[in-house]
């Protein structure tokens, strides 16, 4: 017994001396996150405005929306001399317009390249002489088409001039919306990017610091009374950070997800002993359903730290996981927090809200996260895909 005490110490020791490393750990981490994405962000073809108009799908969209605006032309438009009917005139506007939309989006896909290269203001010009460039480029070459098919006398027909004129016209109002869309869309993109920075940067706050001293101060008193015990809580705080400090955000199994939620939960009962009572109600799940990890702990966190702590009593929380309809439904109930806690719960607590952002990162609108307060419990509903489906 006298060795395992002592084996105890040692480790707690040890593990104390190196909660500062840790942290450097993570911060270093960190910084090399925020230094890849400097990088990406001097690449050329991810940090432009420009989205990838070699992209298949991106094809895709402007033939949609070139066609959209083809069928309003065509709607507002007097009827042309070389058509008879309106079926006809739709037709030829649309040829035309594909052709000058598709022309815009190889060219854009041949000079994105060199056009990310230049600074956001240079970039849109670029891309916008560019863009009436081509289409003045197909203009002319519709009216060279159209006097080989011996449609006009002439290349140049005494509407030439009026032809390129609405042609620009046209382009040059469409062109800018559309610059302007993919110029807001980088905005938001960046913007996005630099709160995910601010969410990796502040990834130690998880690192509850009452939490890790806490513990470990109790640790240190159970290495005489119950070393065997307190190896215990070493090895689950080992697994806990282990997790929280994973490099990349995974999808895990239901049963992962549910034992290191269970290691927090041993972890608390030994600061707020026979104040916390926790029931599960596991029911049986598919062997390829999957969640985000850190998913349960934070809605255990929030329900200990709002409903159980202001509680001289303490009291019970409930956890119920179950299967329907290819859904994992998740209910975690605690009692609901008193006016002081309520009011801090509203200013201060971010895990609910936290775990909603990724839930939506990960699963768009096919996840959902309610709340809900009911004869003096407050209930955190949580429903997800069962095989970590994306919208």
Request: charged share 20%; net charge neutral.
């Amino acid at each position: 017994m006298q060795l395992d005490k002592l084996h105890i110490t040692t480790v707690l020791k040890r593990l104390a001396a190196q909660v500062d490393v840790l942290l450097a750990r993570v911060e270093s981490r960190l910084m090399g996150k925020l230094v890849a994405h400097d990088q990406a962000v001097s690449d050329p073809l991810d940090s432009g405005f420009l989205p990838n108009f070699c992209n298949g799908w991106t094809i895709f969209n402007v033939a949609v929306i070139a066609e959209m605006l083809a069928i309003v032309i065509a709607l507002v438009s007097p009827q042309m001399p070389i058509s008879q009917t309106m079926l006809g005139n739709l037709i030829l506007i649309s040829l035309f317009i594909q052709w000058i939309a598709l022309s815009n989006a190889a060219a854009l896909c041949v000079m994105r390249k060199q056009l990310n290269r230049l600074s956001n203001l240079r970039a849109i010009a670029m891309s916008y002489g560019l863009m009436l460039c081509v289409t003045w480029l197909v203009g002319e070459a519709a009216l060279w088409v159209l006097w080989l098919a011996q449609v006009t006398s002439s290349p140049n027909p005494e509407w030439n001039a009026y032809f390129h004129l609405q042609n620009l016209s046209v382009a040059a109002i469409v062109d800018a919306l559309a610059l302007r869309y993919f110029f807001a869309r980088h905005q938001l993109k960046q913007r996005t990017l630099s709160e995910a920075q601010a969410k990796i940067q502040a990834l130690r706050t998880r690192i509850r610091p009452h939490f890790l001293f806490n513990t470990m101060n109790i640790i240190a008193s159970l290495t005489r009374s119950s070393p065997a015990q307190a190896e215990t809580a070493i090895e689950n705080m080992a697994d806990l950070f282990r997790t929280m400090l994973s490099d990349e955000e995974n999808l895990v199994p239901v049963k992962n997800e549910v034992a290191i939620a269970q290691k927090y939960l041993d972890i608390e009962s030994l600061r707020l002993d026979n104040r916390l009572n926790v029931d599960w109600d596991i029911g049986k799940f598919p062997r390829k359903a999957v969640m985000p990890v850190l998913t349960l702990q934070p809605l255990l966190e929030s329900a200990i730290q709002h409903g159980i702590e202001p509680l001289t009593e303490g009291g019970r929380i409930r956890v119920k996981l179950w299967e329907e309809d290819d859904k994992i439904n998740i209910n975690v109930s605690a009692p609901a927090p008193r006016t002081k806690a309520r009011a801090q719960l509203r200013d201060t607590d971010t895990a609910l809200e936290n775990v909603r952002q990724r839930l939506e990162s990960y699963y768009g609108k096919l996840a959902k996260l309610e709340t809900n307060e009911e004869q003096g419990q407050m209930t955190v509903s949580l429903s997800l895909p069962t095989r970590g489906e994306t919208p």
